[in-house]
Structures are given as C-alpha cells and as structure tokens.
C-alpha cells in the first residue's frame, strides 16, 4: 500500500469519525439529554457502591435513571411517602451523621467565597 492509499484510508477514517460523532450528538439532542455532575463525599458514595451492587448495576447513570424513574412513580402514587423519603429530619434521627437544611440553600457565606 503506497502513501497515498494511507491517506485516502486516514481521510475516509476522519470522516467516518465525524459522521458517527455527528450521529450521536444529534439522538442526544433529539432526546434531550443532559449531563449532570456533582460530588459525592463518602458516606454517599458508600451508598452508591452498596445500592450498585445490591442491583448488579455496572453504569452509575442507569442506576440514578431506575431510581429517579421509581421514586417518581411513587410520588405520584403517594406524594406523602416522597416527603418521608427526603426528609432531613428524617435522616439526622436516623444517621450519625447529622445534616443541616441549610447546607442546601443558597448562603451568603457561600457566595462571598465564589
């Protein structure tokens, strides 16, 4: 194979490559996707890697899609258990970890640092 054989290979690869990421990007527009990133502090992440494994879960994403699809069903079900289910006070009875509400409102003290 000569060297312009190589590059009519390479060009018909580049293209192949854009065409195919050209694909992707327009089915994650037409089903709106969106990216979502955030961080997990420990006892979080403990709880993720035991909900994992509980379900056999190989891909983080399907577990948070199963889960947010099933409280969501629930919630329209039972709106009441939804509330139990996210409830601070709830969790600090429940956890040694004690949570605050307000560390999930926005702050002066968090603005000031920005």
Do not use: P, Y
């Amino acid at each position: 194979m000569n060297d312009e054989q190589k590059e009519k290979q390479r060009v018909a690869a580049r293209e192949r490559k854009r065409k195919e990421r050209a694909r992707k990007k327009a089915h994650k527009a037409a089903c709106g996707a969106h990216t979502i990133s955030f961080e997990l502090f420990r006892g979080t992440r403990k709880c993720l890697d035991e909900l994992m494994e509980a379900g056999g879960f190989e891909q983080q994403s399907e577990l948070f899609t199963l889960l947010l699809h099933g409280v969501h069903r629930e919630m329209k079900r039972d709106k009441s258990w939804f509330l139990d289910l996210v409830s601070i006070e709830k969790l600090n009875s429940e956890s040694s970890v004690k949570r605050d509400r307000s560390r999930f409102q926005d702050s002066e003290e968090c603005d000031k640092s920005q």
